[in-house]
């Protein structure tokens, strides 16, 4: 065996030089996953601040919407809203689209009639 | 091998070995040994549990608008060790929080690590303190009840304690289901214990709270709180309750209490004001309880509408005990009897039926047990056994007297004459969904329970349809709707066991429309002042709240019957 200790130098550097290349290689890693990390959280915070902001909005909106509110506004403005009574109320029996095709019907028959429908 | 090393040489190799050796030992002890202990106390300091809150359940109504949702906001604590000038930061602090100095300082010196100086402070003063950048002030987020409604339905929903725990009401009664169950993230931390992004090696996820979908109406109960409120002002009354239900499916659509507090502010209401007196409160009945005795006479038929009683003038002497009517009637048919609320007339009539028989009747529409509503608190009411009756008895519990009852009783029994004779259970929660919306428990109609016939049922909602046509409960009337109902007048009982002249309790119990009932509605007034009779005080209240809802509802009035009725009555 060659027991010459300058042919061991070229081997124990390279072992050496691994050993530091995936030592670096590990903390550089190490910090990445810490990045990543820090960025996962900062998006995490301003997604649970949007939310959370949200959850404010929607309570205030809800809390607008309360009858109790709308009322209150109501009276404050004088506006006194009742039902209306039954000769008030006019029930129209064809729903919409029926409505469309009638007044395209229409339009078919007499050219005119379109503009007593046009501005629907 | 050592013979020709120097003494001094052989003396530092066996101290080297007899060291290595203790260190050895020292290493088995530490491995074997200590191993545990050790490796706990590394992991404590450098393992973090983070907490993960559930959000609690969403309380709904019967259209799915939100009655109790919940919001994030920020809690501000302090840990006084990491402060440098507490007396600085005192006084910043101070006009933020509306806390006085000293009382910051005083929270500051404490010989502790964390101190809370606000939970759950709105965002804007969480704002104000952040931009003060003081040392050692930190924030955390926590999670709050909130009701959007205000008062409204306070006493269905009740309220959490700061830690998100139901107190009272459904928040309490559903608490298990509400609240939901706590997760955890397993991470690391830093030399400064903050929690190292990253690192996460275990985490279990909070499992969110169920949601409730009440019976209730919300805009139901906005308008029956508001007519509730009047008659409550106007009568200076003590207390007030009012019920709104479906007579068929027992769903209880509001339930009121007066006075009422605000569950988002729950601690600034006296305990007296957050009872709710619909279920936890009993009370002599009074006339609204001849409904009983009159059913029953009825439908044992010993007594017929058009039976004749002579009601004395308005003074019945029996037993020693004088009996009143609040106006003098001669003879009148049993169902003016009723109409007009005569006390003699019905004890006459209650005499032909029994102490058994009445009994049993009471037992049969459900008074002296609970309904089973699923809120927390309620009562069962006193009915006593024919056994333990005194002479009296038998007069005094026809009218309503020597027997309590809870509001919700009495729209049960109402709702038997009102759907053709059966008793319903009320309910007041529908279901319960997981956070997904999946339905996790529906609560079923539960069976009724025949009390009277269907014929019976008509006779006597006959005999209620003309007690607010012509009898004690004119104010009631909703012209093109017809209502029926009973009036009650009770004579409070005094701390010294006499019935009281100056304290009353006044009722109204009614059903609207009355060929057709859809609601029944129980208006309950404790010590209305200076007028006290249920027709008067309580009768206006039912009245708007029954137009109301039959507007809500599109029922359109009679307006033929109406007219006919106009022709009939004479004019004035």
Redesign the interface.
């Known amino acids: 065996m060659d027991k010459n200790p300058n042919n061991y130098c070229p081997k124990v550097l390279a072992t050496i030089l691994m050993v530091t290349f995936v030592a670096v290689m590990y903390v550089n890693q190490q910090a990445l996953?810490?990045q990543?990390?820090?960025k996962?959280?900062q998006n995490n915070d301003v997604y649970?601040k949007l939310v959370?902001h949200n959850?404010?909005l929607?309570?205030n909106v809800?809390?607008l919407?309360?009858?109790?509110?709308l009322?209150r506004r109501l009276l404050a403005k004088e506006v006194e809203l009742s039902?209306p009574s039954?000769w008030q109320v006019v029930k129209i029996d064809h729903s919409p689209k029926k409505l469309v095709l009638n007044y395209k019907n229409l339009a078919k028959k007499d050219p005119l009639a379109n503009m007593f429908v046009s501005g629907r | 091998m050592y013979k020709g090393t120097p003494s001094r040489i052989r003396k530092v190799l066996y101290t080297l070995i007899i060291a290595f050796a203790l260190l050895c030992v020292r290493l088995v002890f530490v491995q074997l040994g200590a191993a545990k202990s050790l490796s706990n106390i590394a992991s404590n300091q450098y393992r973090l549990v983070v907490p993960l809150l559930p959000k609690r359940g969403v309380i709904y109504d019967r259209n799915l608008k939100?009655l109790a949702?919940?919001?994030?906001l920020i809690s501000i604590f302090a840990e006084p060790f990491k402060m440098k000038d507490k007396g600085i930061a005192s006084q910043k602090l101070a006009s933020v929080l509306g806390l006085s100095r000293d009382e910051i300082y005083k929270k500051l010196n404490q010989e502790k690590g964390f101190v809370w100086l606000g939970r759950k402070v709105s965002?804007d003063t969480a704002r104000i303190v952040r931009a003060l950048n003081i040392k050692g002030i930190d924030f955390i987020?926590e999670p709050q009840r909130?009701y959007?409604?205000?008062?409204?339905a306070s006493h269905i929903l009740g309220f959490t304690d700061m830690d998100n725990n139901g107190l009272e009401g459904l928040e309490l009664k559903f608490d298990k289901y509400l609240k939901g169950v706590t997760g955890y993230r397993y991470t690391i931390r830093d030399a400064k214990q903050r929690e190292?992004?990253?690192?996460e090696y275990k985490e279990i996820q909070p499992i969110d709270g169920d949601n409730l979908v009440l019976t209730i109406d919300?805009?139901i109960q906005?308008?029956a709180?508001?007519e509730l409120e009047n008659g409550f002002k106007k009568y200076h009354a003590k207390g007030a309750c009012i019920i709104v239900m479906d007579p068929f499916t027992g769903n209880v659509l509001a339930l009121s209490n007066r006075p009422n507090f605000d569950p988002n502010n729950a601690k600034a209401a006296p305990p007296d004001f957050r009872r709710n007196r619909a279920i936890c409160d009993f009370f002599e009945p009074g006339s609204s309880f001849k409904i009983v005795p009159a059913s029953s006479l009825l439908e044992e038929k010993v007594v017929k509408p058009s039976d004749k009683f002579f009601c004395e003038n308005g003074e019945y002497r029996w037993y020693g005990h004088t009996y009143h009517d609040h106006k003098p009637h001669g003879w009148l048919e049993f169902r003016d009897v009723i109409k007009y609320s005569s006390n003699i007339g019905t004890m006459k009539a209650a005499q032909r039926l029994g102490k058994d028989r009445l009994y049993k009747y009471i037992k049969k529409f459900g008074f002296g047990e609970k309904t089973g509503i699923e809120l927390p608190g309620e009562v069962n009411g006193i009915t006593t056994h024919p056994n333990t009756w005194s002479k009296l008895s038998l007069c005094s519990i026809s009218m309503g007297q020597e027997v309590t009852v809870t509001a919700l009783q009495l729209a049960c029994a109402m709702s038997a004459l009102a759907n053709g004779g059966n008793l319903v259970k009320p309910r007041i929660v529908d279901m319960i969904q997981d956070s997904t919306g999946n339905v996790i428990q529906k609560f079923e109609l539960k069976k009724p329970q025949r009390v009277i016939s269907e014929e019976t049922a008509r006779e006597m909602r006959t005999i209620l349809r003309s007690v607010v046509d012509s009898g004690t409960a004119e104010l009631a009337e909703v012209e093109g709707y017809f209502p029926a109902g009973k009036t009650g007048t009770a004579q409070k009982v005094e701390p010294n066991g006499v019935y009281s002249h100056s304290k009353f309790t006044a009722s109204f119990i009614g059903f609207v429309p009355s060929d057709n009932p859809k609601f029944v509605i129980v208006v309950i007034m404790d010590e209305p002042r200076p007028f006290y009779y249920g027709g008067v005080v309580c009768t206006p209240v039912f009245k708007k709240v029954a137009a109301?809802l039959m507007?809500?509802y599109k029922i359109?009035?009679k307006?033929k019957e109406v007219a006919e009725k106009k022709k009939k009555k004479p004019v004035s």
Not at chain 1, 65 to 69: D, E, K, L
Not at chain 2, 69 to 72: E, G, K, M, V
Request: hydrophobic letters at 35%; aromatic letters at 12%; zero cysteines.
């Open positions: 996953i810490y990543m990390g820090l996962v959280k649970t959370d959850k404010i929607v309570y809800l809390n919407r309360s009858p109790v509110a009322e039902m039954k | 939100e949702i919940n919001i994030n965002p987020k909130a959007p409604n205000g008062v409204i190292v992004p990253g690192y919300s805009l906005s308008f709180e508001r109301e507007s809500y359109w009035p307006e």
